[in-house]
């Protein structure tokens, strides 16, 4: 694997990380304010924290002699605009989706339907000329039958008609959004520099948030203020730090190959899970379900592919 390959690997192996904790505070969140208020809080954060650190990272590349591509201002605007649109329905239908959870379900189940664009990235990009190889159509299958044990197993031994709940299409529906996001990302992600990119895309979906949060939700300002721990970290690391990495980190690796490494936030967020959500808990065909996914993403990483990035 080549290095740019492997920093951009482990940079995504973080983001996914902050992003499988993040589904904690995000349902710890929907106990004080609403889906757009929350997305919208978070998003908008996310931007401001990203503000001052444009200059510096300007300073700090130059001092250290490093080129980089700030990108056209044309193909940042429209990139961050593009990519803030589609984080903007992806994060709205995922909250809304953990907020029609039963209480009793570990949040780690919503992680792991988001993490469907495993599926839905490699089809899309056939549309766009980017073939996929071998391993990862593999991988993508193992990851299918993950979801399938995680979100259909326990309702068949059941005895149960095979369909999904309300939470569960919405989510479904996420991480369709959350595919085309991946596409947009990797199409300006070349082209413009990452942080620049980033901090548009939040102030766009944060602005797009806004009208929902003030005709349906209406939040008072003390429900914002008690749910500063959930949306600070949304807003400082899910945000601010996790999709800027996304960005950046993305220029390395095939789409299809990013949004498997992203797809461990599905394992990272049940682990969270356990540990921050003691009265949560998964059956064993969802765990089951869990260690499939975790499996198919070892595959696409360890495989050997002739595949150029």
Not at 64 to 69: D, I, N, T, V, W
Not at 227 to 240: D, E, H, R, T, V
Request: some cysteine; charged content about 10%.
């Amino acid at each position: 694997m080549k290095r740019q390959s492997l920093r951009s690997s482990l940079l995504l192996f973080l983001t996914a990380l902050i992003w499988g904790v993040a589904f904690v505070s995000q349902k710890a969140g929907m106990d004080y304010v609403g889906p757009f208020t929350f997305n919208g809080v978070r998003s908008l954060l996310g931007g401001l924290v990203l503000l001052p650190a444009i200059p510096l990272l300007d300073r700090l590349r130059s001092r250290q002699g490093e080129a980089f591509r700030k990108g056209s201002r044309r193909d940042i605007l429209v990139g961050g605009a593009l990519c803030g649109a589609a984080l903007f329905f992806g994060s709205c239908l995922q909250q809304m989706g953990i907020a029609l959870q039963d209480p009793a379900t570990n949040v780690g189940k919503a992680g792991f339907i988001t993490a469907c664009y495993t599926v839905i990235v490699p089809v899309l990009g056939l549309f766009f000329k980017r073939r996929s190889p071998l391993p990862v159509w593999v991988g993508v299958g193992i990851a299918v039958a993950g979801f399938f044990c995680l979100c259909l197993m326990d309702g068949i031994m059941a005895g149960q008609a095979l369909d999904l709940g309300l939470s569960d299409l919405l989510l479904l529906l996420c991480a369709a959004a959350f595919s085309v996001h991946i596409l947009i990302v990797d199409r300006f992600s070349p082209l413009a520099d990452g942080v620049r990119l980033s901090c548009v895309q939040f102030f766009v979906c944060g602005l797009l948030c806004l009208p929902f949060m003030l005709i349906w939700e209406r939040p008072a300002p003390a429900d914002i203020l008690a749910c500063w721990l959930p949306i600070g970290y949304a807003g400082f690391l899910s945000c601010g730090v996790a999709y800027t990495l996304q960005v950046v980190a993305q220029k390395g690796v095939q789409p299809a190959v990013a949004s498997l490494l992203l797809s461990l936030e599905s394992v990272f967020s049940v682990l969270a899970g356990y540990a921050l959500m003691p009265g949560s808990s998964l059956s064993g065909w969802e765990l089951l379900g869990c260690a499939l996914v975790f499996a198919a993403v070892l595959l696409v990483q360890l495989a050997p592919s002739k595949e150029k990035i």
